[in-house]
């Protein structure tokens, strides 16, 4: 069975930083891309940006590029996001998905930007 | 980036009604590759979403056929012949053709 399960989210101070993980199982972690998208509290979906197999590769959206940074441990079979210059617009729920085609997301972990 | 217009915002419905959902893309979705990375997600209250058509017309395994996705281009179409009461809940719309991918804003669907 695929799992992607998040972790790391909380509470945070405005200006600081944060980093979540995703931990996968069930499939071949290493065969596939992988992304995170967000959700506002009452608002739609956004994506911050994807990872390829090998890391070789790493795409976001250019509002996020310089203060998110996605990376991946294959041989843990974990994928993160790192968070840095957090203000409250970064409060959400953030997903990690398996991309191809979305076809498998995590429950997701709340990230809280308030002082 | 490419804006996903979706129409109509929210969509009362019966049981065994059928109902459908409109997705407009400010530009074209078909990939040089040849294939439109136009996916249609369902999130119902509490959840994460979840797949249900995958480039265009494909429908996810374990989805059932009562879900299906028309379309090219810019226009694509989620027609749900006969909702049940577990469709409830908010369809998104998605593009993976352009990067940054994005999302249409979502169309509720509630019991009239």
């Known amino acids: 069975e695929v799992r992607l399960v998040e972790s790391g989210g909380g509470l945070v101070q405005p200006g600081r930083s944060l980093k979540l993980s995703c931990a996968a199982s069930?499939?071949?972690?290493?065969?596939?891309?992988m992304a995170w998208v967000r959700q506002a509290p009452e608002k739609g979906l956004e994506w911050i940006g994807e990872?390829?197999?090998?890391?070789?590769?790493?795409n976001y959206t250019p509002s996020l590029k310089n203060k998110f940074t996605i990376s991946r441990d294959n041989a843990q079979n974990t994928l993160y996001l790192q968070m840095s210059k957090l203000g409250s617009e970064d409060t959400a729920i953030y997903y990690c998905?398996?991309?191809?085609?979305?076809?498998?997301w995590g429950p997701g972990t709340m990230v809280t930007v308030s002082s | 980036d490419v804006v996903l217009t979706q129409t109509p915002p929210t969509l009362s419905a019966t049981i065994g009604q059928s109902v459908s959902i409109s997705c407009r893309s400010s530009?074209?979705?078909?990939?040089?590759?040849?294939?439109?990375?136009l996916n249609w997600l369902l999130q119902r209250p509490g959840q994460s979403p979840q797949l249900l058509i995958y480039?265009?017309?494909n429908l996810e395994s374990g989805v059932p056929n009562r879900f299906s996705g028309s379309g090219s281009e810019t226009d694509f179409t989620l027609k749900i012949s006969g909702v049940e009461a577990e469709d409830l809940g908010v369809y998104y719309c998605?593009?993976?053709?352009?990067?940054?991918?994005?999302f249409g804003a979502g169309t509720k669907l509630e019991l009239k």
């Open positions: 998905a398996r991309t191809g085609y979305f076809d498998f």
């Open positions: 069930g499939f071949s972690f290493n065969d596939y891309w």
């Open positions: 990872i390829s197999q090998d890391s070789s590769t790493i």
């Open positions: 530009q074209s979705l078909l990939d040089s590759d040849g294939n439109t990375y």
């Open positions: 480039s265009v017309s």
């Open positions: 998605m593009q993976a053709t352009h990067a940054p991918y994005t």
